[in-house]
Nanobody
């Protein structure tokens, strides 16, 4: 059974930092493109960051460039999202996504809530 389990969310003041983790089981993430999405109630799910499987190339939504960093540790089967200089508009549920580059399987985590508020 495949599971993606996000952790590290919580309440933080504007300007603060959080580090999200996504631990995978049932798959080996080395063959997967890994993405972080976020969704605020009433809004569409937004792609935040992506890291490829082989070259570990990264890309980010314009709204988070320079503040967020995605990384992966294939040995730990975990992907991370370091979030700095957080803003109230970063408040959302953050979801981890794994997509196999050859076979096309896609998996989602259950999400972790991030709230940025003073």
């Amino acid at each position: 059974q495949v599971q993606l389990v996000e952790s590290g969310g919580g309440l933080v003041q504007p300007g603060g930092s959080l580090r999200l983790s996504c631990a995978a089981s049932g798959i080996t993430i080395s063959g997967y493109v890994m993405r972080w999405y976020r969704q605020d109630p009433g809004k569409e799910r937004e792609l935040v960051a992506v890291i490829t499987s082989v070259r570990e190339s990264t890309d980010y939504a314009d709204s988070v460039k320079g503040r967020f960093t995605i990384s992966r540790d294939n040995a730990k089967n975990t992907v991370y999202l370091q979030m700095n200089s957080l803003k109230p508009e970063d408040t959302a549920v953050y979801y981890c996504n794994a997509h196999h580059v050859v076979f096309g399987q896609t998996y989602w985590g259950q999400g972790t809530q991030v709230t940025v508020s003073s």
